[in-house]
Structures are given as structure tokens and as C-alpha cells.
């Protein structure tokens, strides 16, 4: 899709996209750099060391992105140190409006499930599905 049209789209307020948002072309550089890396444990590594350059909408959402395209063995470390960034913005942008209003929605007490690895002892990510748990775990 054509960035205007991509922009148009967003201004016509038809796509789910966070109030944050705003469009960067230096933003738009590293993303597109950084996507060839989408789903391979190289992408935190390279994420990390062009992270400071991006907006703060687009590191929440860049390291999102990349955290859900990616359940191989990387560094957890790394995952954690950037996950607990103090950037602004960041219940705004690292879900879409709709994510984020199903997650406020949910009860004080929930179940999750996860599945992991031999030898793992430190886990980060959860799911209130237990098929997918079963399916991680197979």
C-alpha cells in the first residue's frame, strides 16, 4: 500500500491504528530496514541497535511487531531490557485500540496458560487460550 494512501486511510479513520501515530520518515527508513529481519532471531539485535532513532510510537510498535512475529529461541534479556523501556506512549502503542480495549476489559483475576521449553526457568510471554499453550508446547 502507498503511504498517502495508507495516510488517507488512517485521517478516514478506517483503520485501527493508535492516536499516537504520526508519520516519520526517518521512522519509515529504519522500519523498512528492519523488516527483512521480521521473524528471525536476528530482528531484536538489529531492532536494538537502531531503537533509539525511532520515534516512540514506532519503537512500541516496531518492538511489538517484531515480538509477535518471532517465538525461536533470542534473547530474553535483551526482550526484557526493551520491553521495560520508560518511553512515552507505550499502552497506546504497543497494542491497536481495539487490542487495548479487550485487554481493559478483562476481569482482575484471569487463567494462562504457557508452554516452554527444557531447561527455560524464565518465561515473558502468556496466552489466556489454552489451545494455542497446547500447540506452542507440541
Same mark, same amino acid.
Given at each position: 500500500?502507498?503511504?498517502?494512501?495508507?495516510?488517507?486511510?488512517?485521517?478516514? +479513520?478506517?483503520?485501527?491504528?493508535?492516536?499516537?501515530?504520526?508519520?516519520?520518515?526517518? =521512522?519509515?527508513?529504519?522500519? #523498512?530496514?528492519?523488516?527483512?529481519?521480521?521473524?528471525?532471531?536476528?530482528?531484536?539485535? +538489529? !531492532?536494538?541497535?537502531?531503537?533509539?532513532?525511532?520515534?516512540?510510537?514506532?519503537?512500541? !510498535?516496531?518492538?511489538?511487531?517484531?515480538?509477535?512475529?518471532?517465538?525461536? !529461541?533470542?534473547?530474553?534479556?535483551?526482550?526484557?531490557?526493551?520491553?521495560?523501556?520508560?518511553?512515552?506512549? +507505550?499502552?497506546?502503542?504497543?497494542?491497536?485500540?481495539?487490542?487495548?480495549?479487550?485487554?481493559?476489559?478483562?476481569?482482575?483475576?484471569?487463567?494462562?496458560?504457557?508452554?516452554?521449553?527444557?531447561?527455560?526457568? =524464565?518465561?515473558?510471554?502468556?496466552?489466556? =487460550?489454552?489451545?494455542?499453550?497446547? #500447540?506452542?508446547?507440541?
Amino acid at each position: 500500500m502507498e503511504v498517502g494512501t495508507y495516510q488517507m486511510r488512517i485521517n478516514n +479513520k478506517t483503520e485501527n491504528v493508535s492516536t499516537a501515530f504520526v508519520p516519520n520518515q526517518t =521512522d519509515n527508513f529504519i522500519i #523498512r530496514n528492519l523488516l527483512p529481519y521480521e521473524g528471525t532471531p536476528m530482528a531484536i539485535t +538489529k !531492532f536494538k541497535e537502531c531503537c533509539n532513532e525511532l520515534s516512540d510510537y514506532a519503537y512500541w !510498535f516496531m518492538l511489538s511487531t517484531l515480538w509477535v512475529s518471532y517465538s525461536g !529461541f533470542s534473547d530474553l534479556e535483551l526482550w526484557k531490557e526493551l520491553f521495560s523501556s520508560n518511553r512515552p506512549n +507505550k499502552s497506546i502503542s504497543l497494542m491497536k485500540p481495539d487490542e487495548l480495549a479487550a485487554l481493559k476489559k478483562l476481569p482482575n483475576k484471569i487463567i494462562v496458560y504457557r508452554a516452554h521449553r527444557q531447561k527455560e526457568t =524464565d518465561w515473558i510471554a502468556y496466552t489466556l =487460550d489454552k489451545n494455542i499453550a497446547d #500447540r506452542f508446547a507440541r
